[in-house]
């Protein structure tokens, strides 16, 4: 599975964009580039998926170049509810099915007031 | 209302004692998962299951044990040969099968210290 790389940590202030860049350059054919989010002492939760070009969600936008060595996850007009531990991860369906996240430490971002 | 349940949220052993960690789901997922995480650092997995009755070793198994005798239900035992138990324990749940990734929902973690 594909290793990743991301910034230990962000600062930000409320209502500006965000944008946390993850390299993955050993990125295999069929991963998908997945990024989580968790706050203290709670289980990640998915904020958004894709695979190339780009995302949009409700919460998020995930933009991935033609070469998909890295992706860019952009949270718009954050706020302070926005401050938690974001993680970027790669991978796809093992040749056996078995299906596995390797969570690296994350980016910690902080939104200040 | 659906999703995956974990309890205790907190739970305090003397070392040289099994616990065992409960983790539930209702969403009728074929896989679930344990991971530990460690202060300031990501999950780390310890066991997954992608079916009833059978179960494979993630990153961290040694010292755990696991069982998936109901689709619903995964427990985690944290057995006396794990070395350092005291964590934050994850357990989650997800759809198998087709292409690409499956998104995981997580429970809300038991903290297990021992001393």
């Known amino acids: 599975l594909a290793k990743t790389t991301q910034p230990i940590s962000m600062d930000s202030y409320e209502g500006q964009e965000v944008n946390i860049t993850c390299s993955h350059n050993?990125?295999?054919?069929?991963?998908?580039i997945t990024w989580y989010q968790q706050f203290p002492s709670q289980g990640p939760r998915f904020i958004i998926q894709?695979?190339?070009t780009k995302v949009t969600n409700e919460v998020a936008s995930l933009f991935i170049p033609a070469d998909r060595k890295s992706s860019t996850l952009s949270l718009p007009r954050v706020s302070l509810s926005d401050t938690a531990v974001y993680y970027c991860?790669?991978?796809?369906?093992?040749?056996?099915?078995?299906?596995?996240?390797?969570f690296g430490s994350g980016t910690r971002l902080l939104v200040r007031p | 209302d659906g999703g995956i349940t974990q309890s205790p949220k907190y739970l305090f052993r003397k070392e040289g004692q099994n616990v065992t960690l409960s983790c539930e789901q209702n969403?009728?997922?074929?896989?679930m998962y344990w991971y530990r995480q460690d202060p300031g650092q990501g999950l780390r997995l310890i066991y997954y299951?992608?079916?009833?009755?059978?179960?494979q070793k993630g990153d961290i198994a040694e010292g755990y044990s696991v069982s998936r005798e109901k689709k619903e239900s995964f427990p985690l035992t944290v057995t006396s040969a794990q070395k350092n138990p005291t964590a934050f324990y994850l357990c989650?749940?997800?759809?198998?099968?087709?292409?690409?990734?499956?998104?995981?929902?997580f429970g809300p973690g038991t903290r297990l210290t021992v001393t």
């Open positions: 991860l790669v991978g796809d369906e093992g040749l056996d099915s078995s299906y596995k996240l390797i």
């Open positions: 299951s992608q079916i009833v009755n059978d179960f």
């Open positions: 050993n990125i295999a054919t069929n991963d998908y």
């Open positions: 969403l009728n997922h074929d896989a």
């Open positions: 989650a749940s997800s759809y198998t099968g087709g292409q690409g990734f499956h998104e995981q929902y």
């Open positions: 894709g695979y190339k």
